[in-house]
């Protein structure tokens, strides 16, 4: 027990070794994987970033897409709702024009017969 109490520097000195040469590689491996995690944050947000501009430059397409075809699909329901109003009076007016020819044509014919 002598000898240990005398040369107990002798034991612990490779111990305290082992342990700070364990700390250094513990100390390094913390900072390369601070700096990895860091590294991959930074490029996820980079592509997030890229991803929500792209989506809503695709939304902002995609609506003006969609109020055009809105714009175009009311031009033709009021232009289609326009015709539905005039086509009848177009057929009562050609029925009046057709009547007028007729009345037109038997006035011509009863004329000529008064003039022969």
Avoid at 67 to 96: H, K, T
């Amino acid at each position: 027990m002598d000898w240990l109490i005398e040369h107990w520097t002798a034991l612990i000195g490779p111990a305290v070794v082992a342990a700070v040469v364990s700390g250094i590689v513990s100390v390094f491996g913390l900072i390369v994987s601070t700096r990895a995690a860091r590294a991959i944050h930074t490029e996820k947000l980079a592509f997030d970033r890229e991803l929500a501009e792209r989506k809503v430059a695709a939304d902002i397409d995609l609506a003006k897409r969609k109020l055009d075809q809105d714009r175009a699909l009311a031009m033709w329901e009021r232009r289609s709702q326009f015709a539905e109003g005039i086509l009848p009076d177009c057929y009562r007016v050609q029925e009046i024009l057709s009547s007028l020819y007729s009345l037109t044509q038997m006035n011509f014919s009863i004329k000529k017969k008064r003039a022969i």
